[in-house]
C-alpha cells in the first residue's frame, strides 16, 4: 500500500505538469488521424482542376483559395464512399462543413498532385 501511496504522489503531479506543458505548445493528436492525415497529403501537393471541376467552381461563385483554405482544409473525408487503397491514385470525397455538408469535393491524390474531379453543393 506504501509503494501505491508514492506512485500516485509522483504520478499525479507529473500527469498535471506534462499536460500543462503540451498544452500551451499546442501539441495534440489530431494528425494522427486518417481525416487529418489526408487533408495535410492533399495540401502539399500541386492541385489541377479538371474542366467540369472549373466550370461548378465559376457557377458556384466560388474561388481557388475557399476551396483550399475551407473546403479540403476544414471538410470530412467520406471513407465509406472513398478508394482509398486504389493504385496508383487514390481518391476521396470529401464534404464540408463536418456538420450539415453544403459542398462536395471529388479529388484523386497522385505522387506529384491532386486532381480534383468533381465539385457539387448538396441542398
Known amino acids: 500500500m506504501k509503494k501505491i501511496k508514492f506512485f500516485l504522489i509522483g504520478l ?9 506543458v503540451l498544452n500551451k505548445k499546442g501539441v495534440s493528436c489530431s494528425g494522427y488521424l486518417p481525416n487529418s492525415r489526408v ?3 492533399t495540401l502539399s501537393k500541386d492541385f489541377k482542376y479538371s ?12 474561388n481557388e483559395k475557399f476551396i483550399k483554405d475551407s473546403i479540403i482544409t476544414e471538410g470530412n473525408v467520406d471513407f465509406d464512399r472513398s478508394h482509398a487503397q486504389k493504385k496508383p491514385c487514390p481518391d476521396y470525397v470529401i464534404s464540408y462543413p463536418k456538420n450539415n455538408p453544403k459542398y462536395e469535393v471529388v479529388f484523386e491524390k497522385c505522387a506529384e498532385e491532386a486532381q480534383l474531379l468533381s465539385l457539387k453543393k448538396i441542398k
Not at 12 to 20: A, D
Not at 51 to 62: G, P
Open 12 to 20: 499525479v503531479p507529473g500527469l498535471i505538469i506534462v499536460f500543462f
Open 39 to 41: 487533408i495535410a497529403e
Open 51 to 62: 474542366e467540369s471541376f472549373k466550370a461548378e467552381m465559376t457557377a458556384l461563385q466560388l
